[in-house]
């Protein structure tokens, strides 16, 4: 699928017919990868004035994403190694945000172009289990599903996940993530932080977390450029269609400092 491949097998089937035995095993894909990888930073750095790091995703949809840690920490999907200097460029101002725009237009396009490049092939769902000490989430979502929804969510699933902790927040796949619950776009499948099976916890709270996972999963997304914008103007009005929202709102602020340590 990849250039990088082809060329590599190519390379492969030369050693082999000449019975030649290489000095030092030829490059791996990943090894290409990584090649790419600092290629890009070292183009970007310039462009941008300050250390930047690139890191390639096999994401779905999020082809572009960034974080400052010290340096500019730049997520591209990996079809970003074939970028020429145009799209490199057009990718710096960008992130600069300067003249987004124009900038976009041309990202878009080169996303496009790759397109077939995108993984289709859906992640294995690993179990998850919704029973909990106190609160059954099966039940929670049934309930928020007919009251909100008229019971026509999908295909959705929900269980109680791990308890956060920093190395969760680097996961690769693309993963909705709010304090108290992800919603995990590659299988469709809600995880609630188990902080929240508690009895301290009330009815109204959980089901609002349960309904703000579900948004996710039921609203399609905006996508500009590869970067998607989890919580539009949409999403925030569908938000308030919940009938205690300004309840579980306040609730959350007065709770947050035990929910999330
Ligand atoms: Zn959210």
Known sequence: MFPVSIRQLSLDLLLFK???????????????????????????????????????TDNRTTMISCRRKGALHVRLHRMFQQADDRVLNALALYLKKVSPGNCAHILDEFIARHRSEIRTVPTRRRPVSPAG??????????????????????????????????????????I????????????????????LDSLKVPDFFIDWVVYHELLHHVLPVERSAGRTRYHDARFRSMERAF???????RWEADNISWLVK
């Open 243 to 249: 009938a205690r929202h300004d309840d579980a709102r």
């Open 18 to 56: 000449r019975k030649m035995v290489p000095v030092s095993s030829p490059r791996s894909q990943e090894d290409e990868l990584v090649l790419h990888e600092k290629r890009i930073a070292s183009h970007l750095s310039i462009l941008m004035g300050g250390p930047v790091e690139v890191r390639f």
């Open 133 to 174: 000490a106190v609160i059954q989430l099966d039940e929670v979502l049934e309930r928020v599903s007919n009251r909100y929804f008229g019971g026509a969510v999908g295909d959705v699933r929900i269980g109680w996940g791990k308890e956060r902790t920093a190395t969760r927040r680097r996961r690769r796949t693309r």
């Open 176 to 195: 909705h993530s709010c304090a108290l619950a992800t919603y995990c776009f590659e299988d469709t499948t809600i995880r609630v932080n188990p902080v």
